[in-house]
C-alpha cells in the first residue's frame, strides 16, 4: 500500500525564483493538505485541495498557490521565493468524510532558499 | 499566544523509563486530537488518535484528552531508545461536514531515550 509520496526530497533555489512541489496521496484518498515546516517548529497549514479546489487556507501569502488534478495527486506552487520560505514542505492526504482515518504525511520535500 | 502550546524539551529520560508528553490549547471548537511521531528527515508518523474527551491505549502508548481542562497528554510506558524522536500533538475541529480539516500543531517535543 503505498503511501504519500512527494518529490523532489530537496530543491534549492534562490530568491525570485519560483518553485513547484508535487504530492502524490495515500492510495483511496482524495484529500490533499500542505503544511510548511520551519526548522526547530511544528507543521503549519497552507492549504487544502479538495475536489481540485481549495477548500480551506491557512495565513500564507498568494505567492503560495496550489493545484490538484483528477487523480487527486497536487502541487503547491511558490512565486517569488524569500529566505523565509527555507523550510520543509509536508503533504498529507485523507479521506472526506472517512471516520477515524486521520490525515498522513510524506517525508516532504526540504527548500532551501540562498 | 499561540493556538496549541508543547513544551519544546529537549527530554531525556533512560531507556525503561515512563514519558509523559502535553499539549494545551486554547480553541474549544477542536474536537480531534492527535499525535505524530517525527524522525529526523522524515515525514510526521499518526501515533494515536482521539476524539473528543477519554483515554485510548495502544500497546505502550496512551493517550489522554481532557476537554474541560484544554489540556492533552501522550504517555509512553518502558521507553526505548527507538522512541527517540520529535513528538508532535495536533488538533482539528470539524470542518465542512467533514472529519479533517486543517490540523493545527504543537511546536513539537524532542525525546531522547538513552541505553
Known amino acids: 500500500d503505498a503511501g504519500v509520496t512527494q518529490s523532489p526530497t530537496h530543491l534549492i533555489k534562490t530568491r525570485g525564483q519560483q518553485v513547484t512541489l508535487r504530492c502524490s496521496p495515500k492510495?483511496?484518498?482524495?484529500?490533499v493538505s500542505w503544511y510548511q515546516q520551519a526548522l526547530g517548529q511544528g507543521p503549519q497549514f497552507i492549504f487544502q485541495?479538495?475536489?481540485?479546489?481549495?477548500?480551506q487556507r491557512g495565513n500564507f501569502p498568494d505567492r503560495f498557490s496550489g493545484h490538484q488534478f483528477p487523480n487527486y495527486s497536487s502541487e503547491l506552487n511558490v512565486n517569488a521565493l524569500l529566505l523565509g520560505d527555507s523550510a520543509l514542505y509536508l503533504c498529507?492526504?485523507?479521506?472526506?468524510?472517512?471516520?477515524?482515518?486521520?490525515?498522513?504525511f510524506g517525508d516532504g520535500t526540504r527548500l532551501s532558499i540562498l | 499566544q499561540k493556538e496549541v502550546e508543547q513544551d519544546p524539551g529537549p527530554l531525556s529520560v533512560p531507556e525503561g523509563a515512563i514519558v509523559s508528553l502535553n499539549c494545551t490549547y486554547s480553541n474549544s471548537a477542536f474536537q480531534y486530537f492527535m499525535w505524530y511521531r517525527q524522525y529526523s528527515r522524515k515525514g510526521p508518523e499518526l501515533l494515536m488518535y482521539?476524539?473528543?474527551?477519554g483515554n485510548k491505549e495502544d500497546g505502550r502508548f496512551t493517550a489522554q484528552v481532557d476537554k474541560s481542562s484544554k489540556y492533552i497528554s501522550l504517555f509512553i510506558r518502558d521507553s526505548q531508545p527507538s522512541d527517540s524522536a520529535t513528538y508532535l500533538c495536533a488538533m482539528s475541529g470539524k470542518s465542512g461536514g467533514t472529519s479533517y480539516g486543517k490540523l493545527t500543531f504543537g511546536q513539537g517535543t524532542i525525546l531522547t531515550v538513552h541505553p
Open positions: 485541495y479538495y475536489e481540485e479546489e481549495e477548500r
Open positions: 482521539t476524539y473528543s474527551s
Open positions: 498529507a492526504s485523507s479521506l472526506v468524510g472517512a471516520v477515524n482515518q486521520p490525515q498522513h
Open positions: 492510495s483511496g484518498h482524495d484529500t
